[in-house]
């Protein structure tokens, strides 16, 4: 007798592949995941799992990643069981599944539970971080020229409230070995450094920061290292405790694909005896007298995405995101016209390629390629655009967008 599984699989390799997704009868999104019997079609059923439709080519995940499925439905499902009895749910079942969430966030980057807070986003992480951090004047803050504004906002304030004085580095653009950028960054520390604050994965050019290494001459030093990993979770595996780190923030709508308004922080325990926040100060949990009422169905939808990215697994995202960028990189180099500024060895690239004009405007170009269905993101500094090469992305996509790229420029 035919079981339900090689039914399934006959049914796909026979043709379902070709229906849209909410069309296929009777498989639930993660059936379809595991019934997959390539790589090739595993991401094929990834992106029609996706909102986005179908003959549009996203690559700004940078900015926000869309969405699965699986995702909007179990928001939807529990707003709505939420909304059948708030008080009772919010602080029972629904609840409960918000600390779940914590767990998972735990899981993904290999750090425990009691150490992670769950916020609204990146920017919300790093603000708590910075207002917790007691400087004397004149001492200094290190960070990069490359920094998100969401990781120096809450550095400014702090610094213009205390008198510590922040100085930022110039990372080599691109940067062509992980030595060059260790030592770039070790070379600016004075015994006046007292918080080092870097991005894990780099907004503008995709680069991987070392921290481990870093962490090797900042832990002796008793400097805060301070990762801002927006870019970083659902596109590369995190482990903060061999990074070294002592705070890590990261939002949880980029490529974690989670519902909007979502993030974490990771806050070492040593960090936690120097400093704690206000939002702590009744205990790390996701209701706390000091946190308040938070938005229980989003935040279970945060546990969703993880559970759904797990599916995939972390590995082979991050493989597949490297593929889909090392193709869009030698793709890139056969035009004229631009600079790449994303470092091109191995170990300091993601799934993010940028690159910088040389004549015509950033903006221009990213609206005619809007006109055509193909999203990206400007970058304004640099007259740049960045390519997000999230694990739905094809090489076909890459390929119609350098099309059309290499007519615009
Ligand atoms: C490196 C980095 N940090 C912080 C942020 C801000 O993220 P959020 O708006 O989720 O706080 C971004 C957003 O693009 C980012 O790339």
């Given at each position: 007798?035919?079981?339900?599984?090689?039914?399934?699989?006959?049914?796909?390799?026979?043709?379902?592949?070709?229906?849209?997704?909410?069309?296929?009868?009777?498989?639930?999104?993660?059936?379809?995941?595991?019934?997959?019997?390539?790589?090739?079609?595993?991401?094929?059923?990834?992106?029609?799992?996706?909102?986005?439709?179908?003959?549009?080519?996203?690559?700004?995940?940078?900015?926000?990643?869309?969405?699965?499925?699986?995702?909007?439905?179990?928001?939807?499902?529990?707003?709505?069981?939420?909304?059948?009895?708030?008080?009772?749910?919010?602080?029972?079942?629904?609840?409960?599944?918000?600390?779940?969430?914590?767990?998972?966030?735990?899981?993904?980057?290999?750090?425990?539970?009691?150490?992670?807070?769950?916020?609204?986003?990146?920017?919300?992480?790093?603000?708590?971080?910075?207002?917790?951090?007691?400087?004397?004047?004149?001492?200094?803050?290190?960070?990069?020229?490359?920094?998100?504004?969401?990781?120096?906002?809450?550095?400014?304030?702090?610094?213009?409230?205390?008198?510590?004085?922040?100085?930022?580095?110039?990372?080599?653009?691109?940067?062509?070995?992980?030595?060059?950028?260790?030592?770039?960054?070790?070379?600016?520390?004075?015994?006046?450094?007292?918080?080092?604050?870097?991005?894990?994965?780099?907004?503008?050019?995709?680069?991987?920061?070392?921290?481990?290494?870093?962490?090797?001459?900042?832990?002796?030093?008793?400097?805060?290292?301070?990762?801002?990993?927006?870019?970083?979770?659902?596109?590369?595996?995190?482990?903060?405790?061999?990074?070294?780190?002592?705070?890590?923030?990261?939002?949880?709508?980029?490529?974690?694909?989670?519902?909007?308004?979502?993030?974490?922080?990771?806050?070492?325990?040593?960090?936690?005896?120097?400093?704690?926040?206000?939002?702590?100060?009744?205990?790390?949990?996701?209701?706390?007298?000091?946190?308040g009422t938070r938005n229980v169905a989003v935040i279970a939808g945060?546990?969703?995405?993880?559970?759904?990215?797990?599916?995939?697994?972390?590995?082979?995202?991050?493989?597949?995101?490297?593929?889909?960028?090392?193709?869009?990189?030698?793709?890139?180099?056969?035009?004229?016209?631009?600079?790449?500024?994303?470092?091109?060895?191995?170990?300091?690239?993601?799934?993010?390629?940028?690159?910088?004009?040389?004549?015509?405007?950033?903006?221009?170009?990213?609206?005619?390629?809007?006109?055509?269905?193909?999203?990206?993101?400007?970058?304004?500094?640099?007259?740049?655009?960045?390519?997000?090469?999230?694990?739905?992305?094809?090489?076909?996509?890459?390929?119609?967008?350098?099309?059309?790229?290499?007519?615009?420029?």
């Amino acid at each position: 007798m035919t079981s339900r599984r090689q039914f399934i699989k006959r049914g796909i390799a026979s043709g379902l592949l070709a229906l849209p997704f909410t069309e296929i009868p009777a498989l639930s999104y993660e059936e379809q995941l595991k019934l997959a019997a390539s790589d090739e079609e595993l991401f094929e059923l990834v992106r029609k799992q996706l909102h986005v439709p179908l003959d549009r080519i996203y690559l700004n995940t940078g900015s926000l990643g869309p969405s699965p499925i699986a995702v909007t439905d179990a928001v939807a499902n529990r707003m709505k069981q939420l909304e059948m009895n708030p008080a009772i749910e919010n602080w029972g079942e629904l609840g409960n599944e918000m600390e779940g969430v914590r767990e998972k966030v735990a899981v993904l980057i290999r750090a425990n539970k009691e150490d992670i807070v769950l916020t609204r986003n990146t920017t919300e992480g790093l603000s708590l971080i910075s207002q917790s951090l007691k400087l004397k004047k004149g001492e200094e803050i290190l960070t990069t020229t490359h920094e998100h504004g969401g990781g120096e906002v809450g550095l400014e304030y702090m610094a213009a409230k205390q008198g510590a004085v922040i100085k930022k580095i110039q990372i080599p653009t691109p940067a062509n070995s992980k030595e060059e950028v260790i030592e770039t960054v070790v070379a600016s520390i004075t015994s006046k450094t007292k918080v080092v604050m870097l991005s894990h994965v780099n907004t503008l050019t995709g680069l991987r920061m070392p921290f481990e290494e870093i962490a090797k001459i900042t832990k002796p030093k008793g400097i805060i290292l301070i990762a801002d990993g927006a870019q970083a979770p659902g596109l590369i595996d995190i482990d903060v405790k061999a990074m070294g780190v002592d705070a890590y923030a990261a939002s949880g709508h980029k490529w974690m694909m989670g519902p909007k308004e979502t993030g974490f922080v990771y806050w070492s325990k040593s960090l936690q005896e120097k400093i704690s926040p206000v939002f702590t100060s009744s205990g790390f949990s996701s209701y706390s007298a000091s946190s308040g009422t938070r938005n229980v169905a989003v935040i279970a939808g945060l546990g969703v995405a993880i559970d759904w990215l797990n599916l995939i697994g972390i590995h082979q995202i991050e493989k597949r995101c490297l593929e889909i960028r090392n193709h869009c990189l030698s793709r890139l180099k056969e035009l004229k016209g631009i600079t790449i500024i994303s470092p091109e060895v191995d170990s300091l690239s993601t799934g993010i390629v940028s690159f910088v004009l040389e004549k015509g405007e950033n903006k221009t170009v990213a609206s005619e390629l809007g006109k055509q269905n193909i999203i990206v993101k400007v970058l304004p500094k640099y007259n740049g655009i960045r390519i997000s090469c999230h694990m739905f992305v094809s090489k076909a996509d890459i390929d119609q967008f350098i099309n059309a790229l290499s007519a615009l420029i």
